[in-house]
C-alpha cells in the first residue's frame, strides 16, 4: 500500500451485474481450480507449478523493493513496486497520458481489449452502488495511504511468467493503463504497482481463476537487500510455518485481526491492535497509544547507557547517537536487549506472536546513529490501522494462503532463491 497508506477505491460500482453473469464467473473459477483436491490435473505438481520472482530494493535508504515483470507481445520489462496493501496492478501508460511520473522504461503501450465495466474483475474495483458511464470501459481510480494516486482503464494484456519447472506460462490477466497519477510522499521511481492483496482483480488471484496457481503470495525480504517473491504454494514446508487465520472482519487487507503489544515477553495491556501485512510499506506504524507507550518503554529501557536520543538526525523521527557511529544493527543490538512482540488473538486458539528482534524495528542512519523504523500511523493518517512494514518482515518468509485464509511467517535465508527439486517431483 506504499508507505502505509490506506487505498481509499473511488471506482465504480456495480451492481447491475446481473446476477447470471456472477454466477457463470463464479462456477468457472471454482471448476478452474477446486479447492482441497491439490491432485487436480490442472495443478500439475505443487513445486513446479509455483511463479519465482527475484526482487531487489532495501528498507532504507532505498524505501522499496521491485519486482521485474515482463507484459505485451512482445514481452518488455517494467519495474513494479510490491504490494500487499492494494489489489490493483496498474503501470504508467500511453493512453495517451495526461500526467505520469519518470519512470525507468518507456510507457506501456496498451492493448485494445478493454475490459467491460460490469466485468466481476472491474466490479471489484469499485463500490455496490458505482454507475458505469460506458459500460465498453473499466475506469479506475486507487488512492495511496501517502496521498498518490492513479487513474485509469483496465486492460488485458500477455503477462509472460515461468513455472519454477521450466514450463512458460502466458495469460492475459487484466491491468490498470494509469494514465493520470499523482505522486505521493513516498515517491519510488517505479513503472507501476504489483497489487498482491486479497482481492478479486490481484494477479494472483486471476492466474488462480485461470486454474494456473494456487491463490498463495508469499515473500522473503532480505536485511541485505533483495530477495524474492513467489505465486503458489509449492516453496515452502507448511509444517516450518508459523500460521494465523487471516480476519474475517477486516476483509480488505492481510490482517490476523487484532494484537497485543508485548514487551519483554509480557503483554503490555496494549490491545486491540488492528493489525495488518503491507510489503508496500517500508517502515512499522502504530497507532499514536501504541506508539506513545512503546517510545517511553525503550527510552525507560536506553536510559542510564550510553545512547543519546539524537534529534539533529532527521532521518526518522527517533535516532540515538552512540560512543561511536554504529556500522550495523547488529552492533547497536546489545542497547536493545528486550523483547517486542505483536500477540494475535486468534479466535481463542493459542495466541500467535510475530516477534520483532532489534533488526525488525532498527536502521542505522547514514550518520551512524540507531533509529527506531516504527513509526506513529496516527500522524500519517492511519487512525487505528497499524502496519506491519518491510523492515519488520525482513529475513522471514512471509505467506499469504488466500485460499485457507491463514497468514504465516517463518524465519528464512532471503539471500538466496529457494531451492526447489522439481525433478523430484515430476
Ligand atoms: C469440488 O470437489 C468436491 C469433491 O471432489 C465436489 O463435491 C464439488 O462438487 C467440487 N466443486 C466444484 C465447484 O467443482
Ligand atoms: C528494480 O530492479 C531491477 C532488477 O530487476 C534493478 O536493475 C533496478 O535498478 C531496480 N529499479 C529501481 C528503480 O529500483
Ligand atoms: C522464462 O524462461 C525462459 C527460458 O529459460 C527465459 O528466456 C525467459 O526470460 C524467462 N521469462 C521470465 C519472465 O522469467
Ligand atoms: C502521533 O501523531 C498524532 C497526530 O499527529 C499526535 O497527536 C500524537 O501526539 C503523536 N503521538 C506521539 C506519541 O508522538
Redesign the pocket.
Given at each position: 500500500m506504499r508507505k502505509g497508506q490506506v487505498n481509499v477505491f473511488f471506482l465504480l460500482l456495480f451492481l447491475s451485474l446481473s446476477s447470471a453473469s456472477d454466477q457463470k464467473w463464479r462456477k468457472a473459477m471454482m471448476s478452474a481450480y477446486n479447492g482441497s483436491s491439490s491432485s487436480s490435473s490442472m495443478m500439475m505438481n505443487r513445486v513446479g507449478s509455483s511463479i519465482l520472482f527475484?526482487?531487489?530494493?532495501n528498507v532504507y535508504p532505498?524505501g522499496?523493493y521491485?519486482?521485474?515483470i515482463y507484459i505485451g507481445h512482445p514481452p518488455k520489462p517494467y519495474?513494479l513496486d510490491l504490494d500487499t496493501g492494494s489489489d490493483l496492478t496498474w503501470l504508467q501508460c500511453n493512453a495517451p497520458c495526461v500526467h505520469c511520473i519518470e519512470a525507468?522504461h518507456p510507457l506501456y503501450q496498451p492493448s485494445n481489449d478493454l475490459v467491460a465495466c460490469r466485468h466481476p474483475l472491474c466490479a471489484a474495483l469499485h463500490p455496490p452502488d458505482y454507475k458505469c458511464e460506458s459500460p465498453d470501459q473499466c475506469d479506475y481510480e486507487v488512492e495511496y495511504a501517502d496521498g498518490g494516486s492513479s487513474l485509469g482503464v483496465l486492460v488485458r494484456d500477455v503477462f509472460s511468467l515461468n513455472y519454477t519447472n521450466g514450463v512458460r506460462l502466458s495469460p492475459r490477466l487484466a491491468l490498470g493503463c494509469g494514465y493520470d497519477q499523482i505522486p505521493g510522499t513516498s515517491y519510488?521511481?517505479?513503472d507501476g504497482i504489483l497489487g498482491l492483496g486479497r482481492g478479486k482483480s490481484s494477479i494472483v488471484s486471476q492466474l488462480q481463476s485461470q486454474g494456473l496457481v494456487r491463490n498463495v503470495v508469499g515473500h522473503c525480504l532480505s536485511g541485505r537487500g533483495g530477495g524474492f517473491l513467489f505465486f503458489g504454494d509449492g516453496l515452502y514446508d507448511s509444517s516450518h510455518v508459523t500460521w494465523t487465520s487471516m480476519s474475517q472482519e477486516f476483509t480488505k487487507y492481510y490482517s490476523p485481526g487484532s494484537a497485543e503489544l508485548h514487551f519483554g515477553g509480557k503483554a503490555t495491556g496494549i490491545k486491540n491492535l488492528i493489525v495488518i501485512f503491507d510489503s508496500g510499506s517500508s517502515y512499522t506504524y502504530l497507532n499514536s497509544q501504541a506508539y506513545q507507550a512503546l517510545t517511553l518503554l525503550l527510552k525507560k529501557e536506553l536510559s542510564g547507557q550510553s545512547l543519546k536520543e539524537a534529534p539533529e538526525d532527521q532521518t526518522l523521527p527517533l535516532c540515538w547517537k552512540g560512543r561511536k557511529p554504529f556500522r550495523s544493527v547488529h552492533d547497536a543490538k546489545k542497547y536493545f536487549k528486550t523483547s517486542l512482540a505483536l500477540a494475535f488473538a486468534n479466535s481463542g486458539r493459542r495466541k500467535t506472536q510475530f516477534e520483532l528482534h532489534p533488526e525488525a524495528y532498527l536502521i542505522i542512519s547514514n550518520k551512524g546513529n540507531v533509529c527506531l523504523g516504527i513509526l506513529n500511523g496516527t500522524q500519517v493518517g492511519l487512525q487505528n490501522l497499524n502496519v506491519i512494514g518491510d523492515i519488520s518482515m525482513q529475513d522471514r518468509m512471509v505467506v499469504y494462503d488466500n485460499e485457507k485464509q491463514v497468514i504465516g511467517w517463518s524465519p528464512a535465508n532471503c539471500d538466496h532463491l529457494p531451492r526447489f527439486k522439481s525433478a523430484y517431483y515430476m
Open positions: 527475484p526482487i531487489h530494493g532505498t522499496y521491485n519486482v521485474t519495474f525507468p519510488h521511481p517505479l
